[in-house]
């Protein structure tokens, strides 16, 4: 296929979308944030790229601003090349489901390993309130202490 077909095929799928009423077009980019994070966890499972994976769940993100898993899935591929974006996915992904477990977790278990201990207390401390019988969060939180 050439550029010039896809550039076209791309124009006419966002007029294609531009047209429907808010719920189906909000519907429609909650299932294409859907493939692309499917896309990204193929980057972090099977092509071992975290680079390619944090631009697929960045282009989730885009797509559908208020998907947690994709804030949580690119907070852990970025956790070693940019810790402070890795903080702020997570604090995304509370942000958009308070009760996360798994938010609170990866965020906490990011702050004990940056060293950051009373950040790490809380986050760890509300990650063993949502889900008592995680025993790895219980371990974290006893460290952080």
Same mark, same amino acid.
């Given at each position: 296929?050439?550029?010039?077909?896809?550039?076209?095929?791309?124009?006419?799928?966002?007029?294609?979308?531009?047209?429907?009423? &808010?719920?189906?077009?909000?519907a429609e980019l909650a299932?294409?944030?859907?493939?692309?994070?499917?896309?990204?966890?193929?980057?972090?499972?099977?092509? %071992? &790229?975290?680079?390619?994976?944090?631009?697929?769940?960045?282009?989730?993100?885009?797509?559908?601003?208020?998907?947690?898993?994709?804030?949580?899935?690119?907070?852990?591929?970025?956790?070693?090349?940019?810790?402070?974006?890795?903080?702020? &996915?997570?604090?995304?992904?509370?942000?958009?489901?308070?009760?996360?477990?798994?938010?609170?977790?990866?965020?906490?278990?990011?702050?004990?390993?940056? %060293?950051?201990?009373?950040?790490?207390?809380?986050?760890?401390?509300?990650?063993?309130?949502? &889900?008592?019988? %995680?025993?790895?969060?219980?371990?974290?939180?006893?460290?952080?202490?």
């Amino acid at each position: 296929m050439k550029t010039q077909d896809v550039k076209l095929y791309a124009a006419q799928q966002l007029h294609r979308l531009q047209a429907l009423p &808010d719920h189906q077009r909000r519907a429609e980019l909650a299932k294409l944030a859907g493939e692309y994070l499917a896309m990204g966890d193929m980057c972090v499972n099977e092509a %071992h &790229d975290d680079y390619a994976a944090v631009a697929n769940y960045s282009k989730a993100i885009k797509l559908d601003p208020t998907c947690v898993d994709a804030s949580l899935r690119r907070g852990k591929a970025m956790e070693q090349t940019d810790s402070y974006r890795a903080l702020q &996915d997570y604090g995304k992904a509370i942000a958009l489901s308070p009760n996360s477990f798994d938010a609170a977790y990866q965020r906490g278990c990011l702050r004990l390993e940056l %060293h950051d201990a009373e950040g790490a207390i809380a986050d760890l401390d509300k990650a063993t309130s949502i &889900d008592k019988y %995680h025993a790895d969060a219980h371990e974290k939180f006893g460290d952080a202490l």
